[in-house]
């Protein structure tokens, strides 16, 4: 029998309906379109503003969209897993609730946190699970509501991030498509550089805490900025040149969406053409979790069956990686 690959062959995705744009945060901090446009490429990010719906709520909506346009019976899921860095509640899986209310009734399901790597770090943990064959139907989401740690007083952060969430389901392929190959890595004395200090384990959250706003995210802009660059680019090249691949060989970069210029590096390094890279943060800025799953969403109609696909991403910890996966149908 041929060798059991993991193939996407679903994808779903959500976004709320409230657009926060460029001129909408020039009056909330001392910022300016040209300025947001030309350093990060985004234009504008979506909220999700109603009281009481966190991440599940997004994680839900883009697993029903995929299984509205797959037609996949929730019940035959076997495994859901949630990637996300804003999880509903401290103590209560995000993912049991997610997979209960969209009827997958009979999987198993965990949360997943690696930051802005959570979803890339989760194609590899779904894999293995096709991969042993025990499993036939795995469900991997990603989604965040960055907005519910983010300070919109601090022009460093609330210009990027944006709320959203998309959804894939891993099959067995025993035709050579599906995840080929991996290379993820982390570096925690990035840790300092971005973090939403208070509110976790080593420092839970005290009145002063937020009131100086510590629950919330911080970000070293510049030198998180560089990390990516390089990291990116490197963990990229690496994955074709052990893959004996060339610019050529790839129909599509996958970069996680947190700055244009981060993506335009990776691209430059690997030399690859600016069509062949999937590009939406301007409608989006940072999901988090959520950018790779909605680039797929956005461009499935594009993806033919056999395309090389090449991921990247980069994120808090410091997390990191890259996959080469082959494409599995035509849309
Ligand atoms: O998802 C993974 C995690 N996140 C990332 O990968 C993000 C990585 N970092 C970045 O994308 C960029 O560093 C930022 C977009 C956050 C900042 O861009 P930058 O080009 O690195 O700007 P900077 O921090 O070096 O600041 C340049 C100037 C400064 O002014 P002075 O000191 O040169 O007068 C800042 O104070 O721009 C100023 N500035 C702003 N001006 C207008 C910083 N933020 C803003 C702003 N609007 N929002």
Same mark, same amino acid.
């Not at 740690?149 to 709320?163: H, K, L, S, V």
């Not at 990516?228 to 990229?236: C, E, L, Q, R, T």
């Given at each position: 029998m041929s060798k059991i690959s993991a193939a996407i062959t679903a994808v779903g995705g959500y976004v709320p309906d409230y657009v926060l744009t460029n001129k909408m945060l020039e009056g909330m901090v001392d910022t300016n379109d040209e300025w947001i446009t030309t350093r990060t490429g985004i234009k504008e990010r979506r909220i999700l503003k109603e009281d009481g719906k966190g991440t599940s709520y997004l994680a839900i909506k883009a697993a029903q969209n995929l299984i509205d346009k797959s037609g996949v019976n929730p019940?035959?899921?076997?495994?859901?897993?949630?990637?996300?860095?804003?999880?509903?509640?401290?103590?209560?899986?995000?993912?049991?609730?997610?997979a209960t209310h969209?009827?997958?009734?009979?999987?198993?399901?965990?949360?997943?946190?690696?930051?802005?790597?959570?979803?890339?770090?989760?194609?590899?943990?779904?894999?293995?699970?096709?991969?042993s064959g025990k499993y036939k139907k795995v469900l991997l989401i990603g989604a965040d509501k960055n907005s519910s740690?983010?300070?919109?007083?601090?022009?460093?952060?609330?210009?990027?991030?944006?709320?959203g969430a998309g959804a894939v389901l891993f099959e067995?392929?025993?035709?050579?498509?599906?995840?080929?190959?991996?290379?993820?890595?982390?570096?925690?004395?990035?840790?300092?550089?971005?973090?939403?200090?208070?509110?976790?384990?080593?420092? /839970?959250?005290?009145?002063e805490a937020i009131k100086e706003h510590k629950h919330q995210v911080f970000q070293d802009g510049k030198?998180?900025?560089?990390?990516?660059?390089?990291?990116?680019?490197?963990?990229?090249?690496?994955?074709l040149d052990r893959n004996n691949l060339t610019t050529k060989d790839i129909s599509w970069l996958v970069a996680h969406q947190a700055n244009k210029r981060i993506i335009d590096a990776t691209a430059n390094r690997i030399e690859l053409q600016e069509d062949k890279v999937m590009m939406n943060i301007?409608?989006?800025?940072?999901?988090?979790?959520?950018?790779? /799953?909605?680039?797929?969403?956005?461009?499935?109609?594009?993806?033919?069956?056999?395309?090389?696909?090449?991921?990247?991403?980069?994120?808090?910890?410091?997390?990191?990686?890259?996959?080469?996966?082959?494409?599995?149908?035509?849309?």
């Open positions: 019940k035959d899921i076997e495994l859901v897993i949630v990637a996300t860095a804003t999880p509903d509640m401290k103590a209560a899986s995000t993912s049991a609730y997610t969209i009827g997958a009734t009979n999987a198993f399901s965990f949360d997943l946190e690696a930051a802005c790597s959570s979803f890339l770090y989760g194609m590899s943990v779904a894999a293995r699970y096709i991969e740690m983010i300070n919109y007083e601090d022009r460093a952060t609330c210009i990027i991030f944006g709320d067995p392929n025993q035709e050579g498509f599906g995840l080929q190959d991996e290379y993820l890595r982390s570096d925690g004395s990035g840790r300092e550089f971005l973090q939403a200090t208070y509110g976790g384990s080593s420092y /839970p959250s005290t009145p030198t998180v900025f560089k990390n990516a660059v390089f990291n990116m680019a490197d963990v990229a090249v690496k994955i301007e409608k989006y800025g940072n999901t988090t979790s959520a950018t790779l /799953p909605l680039l797929l969403n956005d461009y499935e109609s594009q993806l033919k069956k056999g395309d090389n696909l090449i991921f990247a991403a980069f994120g808090g910890g410091f997390t990191w990686g890259s996959i080469y996966l082959k494409w599995a149908y035509n849309s």
